[in-house]
RNA sequence: GGCCCGUUAGUCAAGUGGUUAAGACGCCACCCUCUCAAGGUGGAAUCACGGAUUCGAAUUCCGUACGGGCUACCA
């Protein structure tokens, strides 16, 4: 009888499950190897939440010597978008988080897109209904709502189940005249479960949960034919062979159905992780960082913004395990690479998103790269989001190199840029024609500077100075003019000078940057030189007599 | 409503029955210093609440509150 409605409802499906056992057999890897999946729906451009995700995935794969692979989920066709297959591919190529099997470069466990899988789910299904496991269901949209409403007002659980599941029981000859009306059916599990027994299970990440056993007849195949995230999860996790599957905890509580799955089904059941969400604060309430609102949930944004993917990779890495951020401390000339996460280190509650630790691990990321490497990064990332200051950049190449060096050597770098973008704006004042054109804008123009003093300054710079000399000389020089050449001196007698050293170093510093705050200005000066000093003097004295 | 999960400073967190309750980001002060950044030193700030177990609880148990998730022919 099972035999005859299996048969009549795919006729077409001559395969059994023991075909797809043998053509996809057990990988052959080390015990401890671990084979982890990333299923993203293709809905174009790749979520934070979703990129930590498969980050984890990677890692874990990688660091057992076992196997990364990515999967599209595509069974929703609603969700799908056109082109949204290679969003997914190029945020993870930026990232340079490569599966080692997928659509793009194949793999024994294909095909990797689900929507190429259907006949596969429709042979477990078939079978499930010879087995008696599984049955076609013709409640309609509206029967369905109806019986949710009767089932909230006696405040029971809700779904299709128990005396709810009409359809369990009909004969083949019912199942073919409905059929023969035109009615449309989907394909529901006939849930073995007892509500009353509890399952237990022990989650990689969260430990030990406890629920009641699943028995909700919950939908296999949709009347489209194609499977439910739930169906397709059992079987090709089954089928692929993966050991840990890694995803969102928005899945927690399809731990029963799943389990049960891979019971009905035959399968081993694979580990599970579930992972902590990433949220943001949003007037006061906690939420899962949102696409359409928040525009650092999009991977793409950081590339935009200038952010070095490096750079947020050690942000994932420090929010994936909460031990990674000290080691990466003591062990600076390591690499994510060297360090072993474990999955007992993760969040179990949610982790904020927190843009201002980012910055500082973004800062310190900078300020170790050499001057050389920050400008071809730079030029790379203008080439695409500043066309006009890449041009800048090539045309004064070893004079931007030489103000991105300065304070580079010794064991505390400089730490004030964090993005690609910034660097635009902390050395305008390096290249002539955008010095001219701030043209002392940054400046509170409130305070007044001594323009014959600054000349008379030029004309004692000696580029040829060290360090110390130029120093001396300043403070020569400010003696000269009636500054005092020591802070402390000044404020012991502020009436017998007109100021003290560093009023002078800052005169100096605004008529050559433009600002009253940069870096060091002896290395600016020397770079620089004697004549440009002289030009922006110039400009200086125009400026100060408008 | 039902079922799960969680709650240590502003944030991320260490912690597994006895700790002065680590560390990082942020914040504040001071030091260094020609400014800023950095760096150094110090500081403010945390165990959600109530019971129980125990000589002893952030840690175990039970409640409560709050937060989050699920409760789709979406994933």
Redesign the pocket.
């Known amino acids: 009888m099972n035999e005859k409605i299996a048969d009549f409802l795919f006729p077409n499906i001559d395969k059994t499950p023991d075909y797809y056992e043998k053509m996809y057999p057990k990988r052959n890897l080390s015990d401890d190897a671990m084979v982890t999946r990333f299923?993203?729906?293709p809905t174009g451009f790749v979520h934070m939440g979703s990129l930590f995700g498969s980050f984890c995935d990677y890692i874990f794969a990688k660091q057992s010597g076992g196997v990364f692979y990515l999967r599209i989920?595509d069974?929703?066709q609603?969700?799908s978008i056109e082109n949204g297959i290679d969003g997914i591919f190029n945020d993870l190529d930026a990232f340079e988080i490569v599966p080692d099997e997928s659509a793009r470069v194949g793999g024994d466990y294909g095909p990797y897109i689900q929507s190429e899988r259907t006949e596969i789910y429709q042979t477990y299904v078939k079978d499930l209904i010879r087995r008696g496991l599984a049955y076609p269901c013709f409640?309609?949209?509206e029967e369905?709502k109806e019986i949710?409403e009767e089932q909230?007002i006696l405040?029971t659980?809700?779904?299709i189940y128990g005396h709810y599941a009409t359809d369990r029981d009909l004969s083949f000859d019912e199942i073919k005249e409905k059929i023969d009306n035109g009615e449309?059916?989907?394909i529901r599990l006939k849930s073995p479960g007892n509500p009353d027994k509890t399952i237990k299970i022990i989650d990689c990440i969260?430990?030990?949960?406890?629920?009641?056993e699943h028995n909700i007849d919950t939908?296999l195949l949709?009347?489209?034919g194609?499977?439910?995230?739930h169906l397709a999860h059992a079987i090709d996790d089954h089928l692929m062979h993966t050991t840990h599957v890694i995803r969102g905890?928005?899945?927690?509580?399809?731990i029963p159905l799943h389990v049960q799955l891979f019971e009905v089904l035959g399968f081993e059941r694979p580990e599970y992780a579930h992972t902590?969400?990433i949220?943001k604060?949003d007037n006061g309430?906690?939420?899962?960082l949102s696409k359409r609102k928040d525009p650092e949930a999009k991977v793409s944004y950081y590339e935009e913004v200038g952010i070095p993917i490096d750079a947020v990779k050690l942000y994932l890495a420090?929010?994936l395990n909460?031990?990674f951020?000290?080691w990466y401390?003591n062990n600076q000339d390591k690499s994510i690479d060297d360090f072993t996460f474990t999955f007992?280190?993760m969040?179990?509650?949610?982790?904020?998103f927190?843009l201002?630790?980012l910055?500082?691990i973004s800062?310190t990321y900078f300020?170790r790269k050499k001057a050389e490497d920050i400008y071809e990064e730079t030029v790379g990332y203008c080439e695409k989001f500043d066309k006009s200051y890449a041009e800048v950049l090539k045309d004064n190449k070893d004079l931007m190199i030489a103000f991105l060096n300065i304070?580079k050597d010794g064991p505390?770098?400089?730490?004030?840029i964090a993005k690609y973008s910034d660097v635009k704006n902390e050395f305008s004042y390096a290249v002539d024609f955008m010095f001219e054109e701030e043209n002392y804008s940054k400046l509170d123009s409130s305070k007044d500077y001594d323009i014959d003093m600054l000349e008379r300054y030029i004309d004692i710079y000696n580029i040829n100075d060290s360090?110390d000399e130029w120093?001396n000389r300043v403070k020569e020089f400010s003696i000269n003019e009636g500054y005092s050449p020591?802070?402390k001196e000044y404020k012991n007698n502020p009436d017998k000078y007109k100021g003290h050293?560093?009023d002078v170093?800052?005169a100096i510093?605004v008529m050559t940057t433009g600002r009253?705050?940069?870096?060091?200005?002896?290395e600016i000066l020397r770079i620089l030189g004697k004549d440009k000093l002289r030009y922006r003097l110039e400009l200086f004295r125009k400026y100060l007599n408008k």
């Open positions: 299923g993203p729906s989920e069974t929703d609603k969700r409640l309609t949209e369905i949710k909230e405040k659980k809700l779904g449309e059916y989907v969260k430990g030990k949960i406890k629920f009641p939908i949709k009347k489209d194609t499977p439910t995230y905890d928005e899945w927690v509580s399809s902590a969400p949220t604060k309430n906690i939420r899962k420090t929010i909460s031990n951020e000290e401390l007992d280190k969040s179990v509650g949610g982790t904020l927190d201002d630790k910055n500082n800062k300020s304070e505390r770098p400089r730490k004030d360090k120093f020591n802070v050293v560093g170093c800052e510093r009253d705050k940069s870096p060091d200005l002896y």
